[in-house]
């Protein structure tokens, strides 16, 4: 076998890993190019002969559908909405969030938008089979760990905090949900959100009814 040989045989791996290899070989394809990128060139960028794909996926739009399950995936969002440090001030701590954050929505909206741009139904595999009472269930179970992670990022300022933890990680989430979907005209720089979400619109103004003041 000479290098050259060497070079373009894949790695040995079992299914998954092979699996997960090529769709994030695929990812940026799709994003570029939509339904219309070709497994070849998808082999290409995985550095795999094409029938590697057709070994994993039953067709090409299997392996549309398992990007978009990818692009779905909370775990790298997890991980780094994690490993936010709690030494920061709050205010870095919710930036460094709402970087992460808006990258994950990005990414979804880049994969569903392409898909999309030709006609591809912009859902995850599993929606298909499922009701709108399991559909609601699976979009509150993406929310959730998302949410819990916000909380521990509020959880250090509890004692200074108007409303609880959780409660401030939802309505914080939902802000962030919202400036990010497509279309949201000039959304805020991820600073100027959470600046806006922790001191409120207003500069300066009289209390409201019940709010102290010299009697």
Do not use: W
């Not at 590697?52 to 990007?67: G, H, P, S, Y």
């Not at 949201?184 to 009814?209: C, H, M, N, T, W």
Request: glycine share 8%; proline share 8%.
């Amino acid at each position: 076998m000479n290098e050259q040989q060497a070079r373009r045989r894949a790695p040995a791996m079992d299914p998954e890993q092979r699996r997960a290899m090529i769709v994030a070989a695929a990812l940026p394809l799709v994003i570029e190019y939509g339904p219309l990128v070709t497994t070849a060139k998808i082999a290409r960028a995985a550095g795999i002969g094409e029938g590697t794909i057709f070994r994993v996926f039953t067709d090409k739009e299997a392996l549309l559908a398992a990007c978009l399950e990818e692009a779905l995936r909370p775990d790298d969002t997890l991980a780094h909405l994690e490993a936010i440090s709690l030494d920061q001030p709050l205010p870095d701590r919710l930036t460094e969030a709402a970087e992460v954050m808006r990258g994950h929505m990005d990414r979804i909206g880049d994969v569903a938008g392409a898909l999309a741009s030709v006609g591809k139904a912009a859902r995850p595999p599993a929606a298909d089979a499922e009701s709108p009472e399991e559909g609601r269930h699976r979009r509150e179970a993406g929310l959730a760990a998302p949410r819990a992670a916000l909380t521990s990022l509020f959880e250090p300022e509890r004692d200074v905090l108007r409303m609880a933890p959780e409660r401030l990680a939802e309505t914080f989430q939902l802000l962030l949900m919202s400036a990010g979907r497509p279309g949201a005209p000039q959304p805020l720089e991820d600073g100027e959100l959470v600046d806006l979400f922790l001191r409120g619109a207003l500069i300066a103004g009289p209390k409201r009814s019940g709010e102290g003041g010299d009697g």
